[in-house]
């Protein structure tokens, strides 16, 4: 059995339930590679794999992550699962495709009952690109040089929109 015991190097887990969330969950690793943080990528499902990544979810503190992303599809459990499992900040990205088109794991990973919170963040890409930003902006609250970053990603993102220029 996989076993999580070694100290990271990395401030970020990113855990999904199957490796073809991969090209979502990639918006969100790329995201935190511009920022310079320094995560690690896991494919580990809260019903195929459990006890591994319940595992990982209860290891990653001691291991030096200080926060989770969960991308799950379906009948999502996976943030749930791990915020269960961690009091670490969890940020739940439900998976868009399926026959109800990532409502049912929007539901799923949104829907937790009072206690164990899941921070829920937009269905596919837009919400593992943000799940990232939010992540950075939880790092930065212990770190200045991080919220100088987030400040100019604003003001690069406000240039780039004003200066957009409209097909004629
Ligand atoms: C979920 O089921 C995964 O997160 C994925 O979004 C969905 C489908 O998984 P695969 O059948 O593609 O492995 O658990």
């Excluded at 073809?20 to 794999?49: N, Q, Y």
């Excluded at 998976?95 to 990973?109: E, F, I, R, V």
């Excluded at 963040?121 to 919220?147: M, Q, T, Y």
Aim: glycine share 10%; net charge negative; aromatic share 4%.
């Amino acid at each position: 059995m996989t076993s999580f015991n070694e100290q990271s190097n990395c401030l970020v887990g990113i855990m999904m339930g199957s490796a073809s969330d991969w090209p979502t969950m990639e918006k969100a690793s790329k995201m935190l590679t511009d920022f310079g943080i320094a995560h690690e990528c896991k494919v580990l499902s809260a019903h195929r794999t459990p006890a591994q990544a319940c595992e990982y979810a209860g290891t990653a503190e001691s291991r030096g992550i200080e926060v989770l992303i969960c991308g799950a599809g379906l009948a999502a459990h996976l943030a749930g699962v791990v915020a269960a499992h961690t009091t670490l900040p969890v940020l739940g990205i439900p998976m868009d495709g399926g026959p109800l088109k990532g409502m049912d794991a929007l539901l799923s990973t949104v829907q937790m009952p009072g206690g164990i919170p899941v921070a829920t963040f937009a269905i596919g890409s837009h919400g593992a690109k943000n799940a990232a930003i939010f992540a950075v902006s939880i790092l930065a609250n212990s770190r200045p040089e991080l919220r100088q970053k987030l400040n100019e990603f604003r003001k690069a993102q406000a240039e780039n929109i004003l200066s957009s220029e409209l097909p004629s």
